[in-house]
């Protein structure tokens, strides 16, 4: 008789306690901080399972070379208990909600800018996968929720984009954020629940025409 060899399944454990324990702040506006959502043991995992991203912009993840690790990861952000949670914690109906994720590697001079996201996004995750640099100490890359739209030193809450932080907020007309210029590398799971109407939709065919073109040879 034929012996079956066991199979090990490459998975995250991402910490939904610690999720379901972090306060929703509301200045300057809704939204919560779980640092180390992504544990430390599984994180040294991650971080050699990065896809190899050498240009700036947002992936779809059908569009990059992902390791079983991290599509463990990607199932579990667009998973039930996630979504469960952050309609918990916000007082929010997300169950018919679409998702759209992307991956981004690198980020560029010209990113950062102060912006508020586009209205067929209901709630922004944002889950960041790198390890503490000199960079990030002095402050570049970090994103920072504003008190307005013009000033980005004008800031109430600054997230260092490092060591498995998770940040999440309903969007809204005056969700302002961005961070100092930065240029280099810095993963960033971007995690959208999204509205249900023409724009959304709209967005939706644009995030399904970019993964289909960025699969294409040339555009490696």
Same mark, same amino acid.
């Given at each position: 008789?034929?012996?079956?060899?066991?199979?090990?399944?490459?998975?995250?454990?991402?910490?939904?306690?610690?999720?379901?324990?972090?306060?929703?702040?509301?200045?300057?506006?809704?939204?919560?901080?779980?640092?180390?959502?992504?544990?430390?043991?599984?994180?040294?995992?991650?971080?050699?399972?990065?896809?190899?991203?050498?240009?700036?912009?947002?992936?779809?993840?059908?569009?990059?070379?992902?390791?079983?690790?991290?599509?463990?990861?990607?199932?579990?952000?667009?998973?039930?208990?996630?979504?469960?949670?952050?309609?918990?914690?916000? %007082?929010?109906? /997300?169950?018919?909600?679409?998702?759209?994720? #992307?991956?981004? @590697?690198?980020? =560029?001079?010209?990113?950062? $800018?102060?912006?508020?996201?586009?209205?067929?996004?209901?709630?922004?995750?944002?889950?960041?996968?790198?390890?503490?640099?000199?960079?990030?100490?002095?402050?570049?890359?970090?994103?920072?929720?504003?008190?307005?739209?013009?000033?980005?030193?004008?800031?109430?809450?600054?997230?260092?984009?490092?060591? %498995?932080?998770? /940040?999440?907020?309903?969007?809204?007309?005056? #969700?302002?954020? @961005?961070?100092? =210029?930065?240029?280099?590398? $810095?993963?960033?799971?971007?995690?959208?629940?999204?509205?249900?109407?023409?724009?959304?939709?709209?967005?939706?065919?644009?995030?399904?025409?970019?993964?289909?073109?960025?699969?294409?040879?040339?555009?490696?």
């Amino acid at each position: 008789m034929r012996r079956r060899t066991a199979v090990t399944v490459a998975s995250v454990h991402p910490d939904f306690a610690a999720l379901a324990a972090a306060p929703v702040v509301q200045t300057p506006f809704a939204h919560l901080v779980v640092e180390h959502f992504i544990r430390p043991d599984d994180l040294k995992a991650l971080y050699v399972s990065l896809p190899q991203i050498e240009s700036g912009g947002s992936f779809p993840p059908e569009s990059l070379s992902l390791t079983p690790l991290m599509q463990n990861l990607i199932q579990q952000m667009e998973g039930p208990e996630l979504r469960r949670l952050i309609a918990e914690k916000f %007082g929010l109906d /997300l169950h018919d909600a679409p998702t759209m994720l #992307t991956v981004r @590697g690198r980020t =560029r001079e010209k990113d950062g $800018r102060i912006h508020c996201d586009s209205a067929a996004k209901r709630v922004t995750v944002l889950l960041y996968l790198n390890p503490a640099t000199e960079a990030f100490a002095r402050q570049d890359g970090c994103l920072r929720l504003l008190n307005g739209p013009d000033d980005v030193e004008d800031y109430a809450v600054e997230v260092p984009p490092v060591n %498995g932080t998770l /940040l999440v907020f309903p969007n809204g007309p005056t #969700t302002w954020h @961005g961070h100092r =210029r930065y240029a280099g590398p $810095r993963y960033t799971i971007q995690l959208n629940y999204m509205e249900t109407g023409a724009l959304a939709r709209s967005e939706l065919r644009r995030h399904k025409l970019s993964a289909f073109l960025k699969k294409l040879p040339f555009a490696a």
